[in-house]
């Protein structure tokens, strides 16, 4: 397969196709007329929760010499259980599935999962790349993904400018996305109990996000990017089955419905979340070839929002040759998280809130505070041709206590270290 | 916090714009920069599985593209 080799138009194709996210999986630059595909595998098991298994085939057809179009098209398939905001307890617990029908148990002191996960995901994505003229060059894509209770579709472009002889590339990119919710058995009235049963209709939400980033040639072995990105999003933004139990005020242990044999009914609550969420990330990358096709890479993220999130994701890997084509590339993430400022693991009888009366609270372990760390390994074999890797990484998420646990409580795990294992194999055909 | 990291964000941009004008090379010592693994975006479809795992497990995405996650996984 011939490839053309022109830096200047290179780095500002790599600068738009990153950008653009997924949908561009250009990393040669292909003759006229001239077809790339890759086809990938990601295999991602939680320790006793959530299984995804997701294949995927992109493709990159250059229309011409400074022209392409790119696609991706991903199916995502997820079962396993995952955890609903219920505090474990001392006793089994029993809850309903989200569609009304049939119930879920969790074991004494477990934290309680709903293993009613199951479902599948298709997305297609695609983006046409084009130079305005010698300088300036577009990017403009779309991606629609579709699940039995999630439907998204959203647009992007982005536009670039060369500088600098070509060593500085400006860039600066608008998405917007309209997602439509239709949870298993209806929305759920915010803070309306469980039992009650209170869900009916749909939801929608609208992101848009602006980016602004620069690119830059340092040297002859090294670029940098950074990359500022404001997203705001307005809408339904609770999760639809994340629960809050409610506890008894001087024992901690979770207040009863009902009982069913020896495993008892909790009472629970839906959770509440604000309708707009507006979020500012800093993103650096920094790529350097060492010597002899080592290559480092490096990037660093900050983010912080008004859910009162701010976030600190370091990332570097390192490619080491073991022969003329072979190399290994171990990677290690660092990601650390504040909890957001409605973040509470239960509510206590007496003070838990009522429909409509503005109070936010969620129990979901993903906006709690949180430190994740993802250590592993690629190898693969780089050639012209028929280029693959396949990677094997661990991932745990150690998340914080409550310091106000009191009673039975304080016998017991809320929030538990969650384990993963990740495996992916690319093929470029 | 939440005003003054937007400060401090538009401040630095700021300064590396001013700093990037002094660096670069000549179109004739781009032969290392033209390998494809020196792209940014290589590889594409790992950065597409990592940043749609840690969209779907934390509370924070995007940043090396745009954050809209396009699934109920978050």
């Known amino acids: 397969m011939a490839k053309c080799r022109n ?33 990938a595998f990601l295999a991602y098991q939680e320790k006793d929760r959530v299984s995804a298994y997701a294949p995927v085939i992109a493709g990159v057809y250059q229309i011409d010499t400074e022209e392409l179009v790119s696609t991706k098209l991903v199916i995502d398939s997820l079962t396993g259980a995952s955890a609903n905001g219920a505090v474990p307890s001392l006793q089994p617990q029993v809850f309903t599935r989200p569609s009304g029908n049939g119930e879920y148990s969790t074991d004494a002191r477990k934290v309680p999962l709903d293993d009613t996960y199951e479902e599948e995901r298709v997305e297609l994505s695609m983006a046409w790349f084009k130079p305005i003229d010698d300088i300036w060059k577009r990017n403009i894509g779309f991606a629609v993904s579709s699940e039995p209770d999630y439907f998204s579709l959203g647009v992007n472009g982005y536009v670039t400018k060369d500088m600098n002889r070509g060593n500085t590339t400006l860039s600066l990119g608008a998405s917007y996305q309209s997602d439509k919710i239709e949870p298993k058995g209806g929305v759920p009235v915010p803070l309306s109990v469980v039992q009650d049963g209170d869900k009916e209709g ?49 024992t901690g242990d979770p207040l009863v419905d009902s009982q069913v044999g020896p495993a008892i009914q909790p009472v629970m609550i839906y959770e509440s979340r604000p309708g707009d969420r507006k979020k500012h990330a800093l993103f650096g ?49 660092l990601y650390k998280q504040s909890k957001a400022d409605f973040f509470q693991p239960y509510f206590v009888e007496g003070r838990e809130p009522v429909p409509g009366d503005g109070t936010l609270a969620s129990a979901d372990y993903r906006l709690n505070e949180m430190t994740n ?41 809320l929030y538990p270290d969650v384990e993963a294992y990740i495996f992916r194999l690319v093929y470029d055909i | 916090m939440y005003s003054y ?25 781009r032969d290392v920069l033209a390998k494809p693994e020196m792209s940014l975006n290589y590889p594409a479809l790992v950065y597409g599985f990592d940043d749609h795992i840690y969209f779907s497990k934390e509370a924070t995405s995007g940043g090396r593209g745009f954050a809209g996650g396009g699934c109920g996984c978050n």
């Not at chain 1, 848009?208 to 990105?229: A, E, H, M, P």
């Not at chain 1, 390994?377 to 409550?402: I, L």
């Not at chain 2, 941009?13 to 670069?24: K, P, Y």
């Open chain 1, 7 to 39: 830096i200047s138009r290179e780095l500002s194709m790599a600068t738009c196709v990153l950008l653009a996210g997924e949908a561009n999986a250009v990393e040669e630059v292909l003759a006229p007329g001239e077809w790339d595909v890759e086809l």
């Open chain 1, 202 to 250: 749909t939801e929608t939400k609208k992101t848009k996000d602006i980016l602004f980033g620069v690119t830059q040639i340092i040297d002859r072995y090294s670029l940098f990017q950074v990359n500022y990105t404001f997203s705001s999003s307005d809408g339904y933004l609770t999760d639809p089955y994340k629960l809050l139990s409610v506890v008894d005020g001087v």
């Open chain 1, 285 to 333: 990358m920094y790529k350097r070839y060492i010597r002899e096709e080592e290559i480092l890479e490096t990037s660093y993220r900050i983010s912080d929002d008004n859910f009162g999130i701010s976030s600190h994701t370091l990332d570097f890997r390192y490619k080491f040759p073991l022969s003329k084509q072979n190399y290994i590339r171990p990677h290690l993430r």
């Open chain 1, 373 to 413: 760390y993802t250590i592993g390994f690629e190898y693969g074999k780089d050639k012209k041709t028929n280029r693959w890797s396949v990677a094997a990484e661990y991932y745990v998420q150690t998340a914080e206590e409550p310091s106000e646990k009191y009673g039975s409580l304080d016998q017991l795990t």
């Open chain 2, 5 to 29: 990291s937007r400060k401090v964000l538009v401040l630095l941009l700021m300064f590396l714009l001013q700093a990037c004008s002094n660096l670069g090379v000549n179109p004739w010592e």
